[in-house]
């Protein structure tokens, strides 16, 4: 079975404009997550989306946002971009089975913003 | 509030046992897991454990888990140079999918 993938797998970006990154689940998975991971703040959690409905929301300003579609392919999006958002955005999939639910994630978008 | 806490930095022999520790503080985490992280890679999955279990052993892993003292390990035997690789503990809580994290402990081997 594929694993998550992810594009693009680098990005360069100027400050103010905004990007798009695109995540594929792991077949069958109908859950997927976005996080973010930077030196300073580590792994943390931006958004979780099932059945093409966000259901949890980390703490990140309304400039992130995300969407899921039928096939549980998954975007997410940065307006407006900050020097602050360099980073090494992840992508999980799992199959949303409750507490037995297991994340696995994709390779990464390493997003630079110049 | 969730907290996941992990020493930074550990420094072993190849051949010797390494021993990960993590601290977290939300009692009702359902699930703990270990992922390993390797210079410009995702994150791989390594092992998990319920919380209503104290041990569990996959090849040369094993986890040990205190849950009275919310304190995780893992253990990985005959390390070796392969190792190396940043290594980051999570809990799950609730029903979603979502993960809280260490910042992770950077393991390096030397032959």
């Known amino acids: 079975k594929a694993g998550v993938t992810q594009t693009p797998r680098y990005l360069i970006k100027t400050r103010g404009q905004q990007v798009t990154l695109s995540c594929s689940p792991i077949?069958?998975?109908?859950?997927v997550s976005w996080y973010q991971q930077t030196p300073g703040q580590g792994l943390q959690f931006l958004f979780e989306y099932f059945s093409e409905t966000q259901r949890n929301k980390g703490n990140f300003p309304g400039r992130f946002s995300g969407r899921q579609f039928s096939n549980s392919r998954s975007e997410m999006n940065v307006s407006t971009l900050e020097l602050g958002d360099s980073a090494l955005y992840l992508c999980a999939s799992s199959l949303a089975l409750g507490d037995t639910d297991t994340q696995y994630f994709g390779p990464g978008t390493r997003l630079t913003v110049l | 509030g969730e907290d996941v806490e992990q020493s930074l930095f550990l420094s072993v022999r190849e051949g010797d046992s390494s021993v990960i520790n993590c601290t977290y503080t939300?009692?009702?985490?359902?699930?703990l897991y270990w992922y390993k992280q390797e210079p410009g890679a995702g994150l791989q999955l390594l092992t998990y454990i319920f919380s209503n279990m104290d041990m569990k052993q996959d090849q040369r892993l094993t986890v040990l888990l205190n849950k009275k003292d919310k304190h995780l390990s893992l253990r990985i035997a005959d390390t070796q140079t392969g190792d190396s690789a940043i290594y980051f503990c999570a809990e799950k809580t609730g029903g979603y999918s979502t993960l809280t994290f260490g910042k992770g402990t950077m393991l390096l081997v030397s032959p």
């Open positions: 077949s069958g998975h109908r859950s």
């Open positions: 939300d009692s009702s985490s359902t699930y």
